[in-house]
């Protein structure tokens, strides 16, 4: 099997067009990687085919690893682009024409089919846009200029190993800007790992067959924790005189509980599964629309380390299902900081041990519990609210 396909790599190389002209640094820096890929089996055959025509960084790998829209927007903005009636409708008939596949996808793995639904919808908008760029390329670039060198250096390995399978050709190995790749866009460690063959023609074909990367995501989802009997998490009401200082992911109690602290799902349903554990969450401050969020939650961020992308993922699942939109409405944020000071407040909260999940100017859910957390360590009112004052009272602390 392996002959046949290094023959069909050697057949295909002439069909990479290079650029004009070739970047002579990265040239050799893809050469160095050669070791590392001898030493995981890879064969030198393959390791050139792989490689071949990719004679320079991609710009455009470089340009979107820096504007993620899960990172880099309010989760309002990015639910606003996420969850369309479009993406509703077209989850919803894909839920009926697919509905044999996804019980039996269900009945084996335990995931609610709206959430594998949710995330098909947000990574290829169903098998739509799948990505269309060079993996390898893709993985080369972030490892040579990118951000994401340890993620890259990482991932080509397992992408190397990908076609070692035969599972497909230079020619054909694309994916996202990310080497995000198929139906549900894994990576390529997450293929390895995770990937099922479910229709059973002894491919896992995450790429040609829905089925497949319905599946795998399943499977990945299942081994990230996710549990049957409860959901992603409800938008809640919180109680008038609510204690602020119980928000953030080190407060997890029982829905029972949070029920007897006066907690009601916003929409005024019930809650379905008050044994689970669960915190409260405020992706876009005390003002905005405030979650319980449950470990599901955290499965899902296993797929993509985001609160707005697990957030849209689970909204999208259970407007597929038939609930409404969010009760709560979404804040403007119109802080009193520049760029540098947002990123000086989350510098400085981390570095008093109030961990804000990244100094990147961006204000998301860990910024908010940090700031609630450092008000209640320093006797201020619990408002959570970022500005100029606290991060004068900051840098007076050290």
């Known amino acids: 099997m392996?002959?046949?396909?290094?023959?069909?790599?050697?057949?295909a190389i002439p069909l990479f067009v290079g650029p004009a002209e070739a970047d002579a640094k990265f040239e050799a820096f893809i050469q160095g990687i050669w070791p590392r890929a001898k030493a995981a089996g890879i064969p030198r055959e393959l390791f050139d085919a792989a490689f071949s025509g990719v004679t320079e960084p991609d710009p455009a790998v470089l340009k979107l690893a820096s504007t993620q829209p899960e990172f880099t927007s309010t989760t309002s903005a990015y639910l606003g682009k996420a969850v369309t009636p479009i993406r509703i409708d077209s989850g919803q008939q894909l839920k009926a024409s697919e509905v044999a596949l996804l019980s039996a996808i269900e009945k084996k793995y335990g995931v609610d089919r709206h959430i594998l639904l949710g995330i098909w919808g947000m990574?290829?908008?169903?098998?739509?846009d799948k990505g269309s760029m060079g993996v390898m390329r893709s993985l080369a670039t972030l490892s040579y200029a990118g951000r994401k060198k340890?993620?890259?250096?990482?991932?080509i390995i397992a992408a190397?190993?990908?076609?070692?399978?035969?599972m497909r050709s230079p020619r054909d190995f694309t994916g996202s800007w990310a080497a995000a790749m198929g139906h549900t866009q894994f990576i390529p460690t997450s293929y390895l790992s995770y990937a099922v063959d479910w229709?059973?023609?002894?491919?896992?074909?995450?790429?040609g067959s829905k089925e497949d990367a319905l599946a795998s995501t399943a499977n990945y989802l299942a081994k990230a924790g996710w549990k049957s009997d409860r959901p992603w998490g409800?938008?809640?009401?919180?109680?008038?005189?609510f204690n602020k200082a119980l928000i953030g992911r080190t407060k997890w109690r029982p829905i029972a509980e949070?029920?007897?602290?006066?907690?009601?799902?916003a929409n005024g349903g019930t809650f379905n599964a008050p044994q689970a554990d669960a915190f409260v969450m405020i992706p876009q401050g005390v003002d905005g629309p405030a979650f319980l969020v449950t470990k599901n939650f955290q499965a899902i961020m296993a797929y993509n380390f985001s609160h707005s992308y697990a957030i849209a993922v689970g909204h999208l699942g259970d407007r597929i299902r038939g609930t409404g939109p969010f009760v709560g409405k979404w804040p403007d944020i119109n802080y009193d900081l520049s760029f540098a000071q947002r990123v000086e407040l989350q510098r400085r909260l981390s570095g008093l041990g109030f961990e804000t999940g990244g100094n990147d100017g961006r204000f998301g859910a860990r910024t908010y519990e940090a700031i609630i957390a450092y008000q209640k360590?320093?006797?201020?009112?619990?408002?959570?609210?970022?500005?100029?004052?606290?991060?004068?009272?900051?840098?007076g602390a050290g």
């Open 377 to 395: 360590s320093v006797g201020l009112p619990l408002d959570g609210k970022p500005s100029a004052k606290l991060l004068e009272r900051l840098k």
């Open 199 to 207: 229709t059973g023609d002894g491919q896992k074909d995450i790429w």
């Open 160 to 166: 190397l190993k990908i076609l070692k399978r035969g």
């Open 234 to 241: 409800w938008e809640v009401s919180l109680p008038k005189g």
């Open 150 to 155: 340890k993620y890259a250096n990482e991932q």
């Open 258 to 265: 949070w029920m007897k602290l006066g907690i009601t799902p």
């Open 123 to 128: 990574e290829s908008n169903f098998g739509k």
């Open 2 to 11: 392996l002959k046949k396909f290094l023959s069909l790599w050697i057949v």
